[in-house]
């Protein structure tokens, strides 16, 4: 794929099921991975529920898609969308798409757009079923994207949830799967001295976990995540980045900071010889000549005092 400066993407946002709120943060998230050359957001715009739209869609350039409800309990807003897309991919030149919806609607979309040779990016709330999260290339939680020290206008429609606090290190570790994938991501991309590069590690775990995100646990970055588990050692080399390894056995310290840890030993160091238990005493031997001297020499000493 083109680098994201030349990455032309398609979003298409389910307004009935995302608050505007988090369009800023989304759009910047987006340009990560290319260029949004095509912004539409579906829904009916006539209804009271979708009134915080109306700004957003101005301001950032987003195209409202209008479709009526035409009947109650249907939802003709997915109908819409997925349409689109299915136009978009046979007439556009475009490289990929972003999916912003938390409906499992759109499940049977993201694979028929994948099967197309085209990647896709969710976004959606974490009530997002995994059908969904695990059709996509990559899946990103809404939450956080939010700025917990913004005031936002709360929707009417759409609950939202605040960012995601930081984990302590007994948290990281007591998540049994996220220890499995980075463990796992770490055997598959090491070299023979169980180094590995830190880029192609969180690429393997998002190949497994569509949803895999540091900021999932409050890391702003993977190499943040991966140093506060403390079960890995992490190693910054010029030229090479950013390189990881799992810990020997017994080195992993219950606090994490820094590349090596507070009372790891480095690797590679032995401990000092300690003298068994019951070794006998060290007993200072002084040879047969020695001693002669010594004796001569007192008994010329004393002699002379009785002198």
């Known amino acids: 794929m083109a680098s994201p ?9 389910d307004a009935d099921n995302t608050s505007p709120s988090v369009v800023e943060e989304l759009l910047a998230e987006i340009a990560k991975y290319g260029t949004a050359s095509v912004k539409r957001a579906y829904g009916d715009w006539t209804t009271p529920q979708l009134r915080g739209w109306k700004d957003v869609l ?44 938390s409906d499992s609607d759109f499940t049977k979309l993201a694979s028929r757009l994948r099967e197309s040779g085209k990647p896709v990016y969710g976004f959606g709330e974490r009530r997002t079923p995994e059908a969904l999260r695990v059709a996509c290339d990559k899946f990103v939680y809404l939450d956080v994207l939010r700025s ?23 948290e990281l570790r007591g998540d049994a799967r996220l220890v499995r994938l980075l463990r796992e991501g770490v055997s598959a991309s090491s070299d023979d001295d169980g180094w590995a590069h830190l880029g192609v590690v969180g690429s393997y775990v998002a190949k497994q976990s569509p949803d895999f995100d540091s900021r999932n646990w409050g890391y702003a970055k993977l190499v943040d995540l991966v140093t506060a588990i ?74 002379k005092t009785a002198e």
């Not at 400066?5 to 946002?13: G, R």
């Not at 950032?60 to 897309?85: C, E, R, V, W």
């Not at 556009?92 to 919806?101: R, W």
């Open 58 to 101: 101005n301001a950032h350039a987003i195209q409202p898609m209008q479709q009526f409800a035409y009947t109650t309990g249907k939802n003709s807003t997915d109908s819409a969308l997925i349409i689109d897309a299915m136009d978009l991919l046979y007439t556009g030149d475009l490289d990929g798409f972003c999916l912003v919806s």
């Open 148 to 170: 917990s020290d913004k005031e936002r206008e709360p929707s009417t429609d759409v609950p939202t949830t605040s960012a995601p606090s930081r984990r302590s290190t007994n």
């Open 230 to 303: 403390g079960l890995f050692e992490v190693s910054r080399q010029a030229g090479q980045g950013v390189l990881v390894r799992e810990k020997p056995k017994g080195q992993a310290s219950a606090k994490a900071g820094g590349d090596r840890l507070a009372g790891d030993k480095p690797a590679g160091d032995k401990p000092a010889a300690e003298k068994p238990a019951d070794e006998p005493p060290t007993i200072k031997v002084t040879s047969k000549r020695t001693t002669s001297k010594r004796t001569a020499a007192k008994r010329a000493a004393a002699k």
């Open 5 to 13: 400066d030349f990455t032309k993407l398609a979003v298409l946002i």
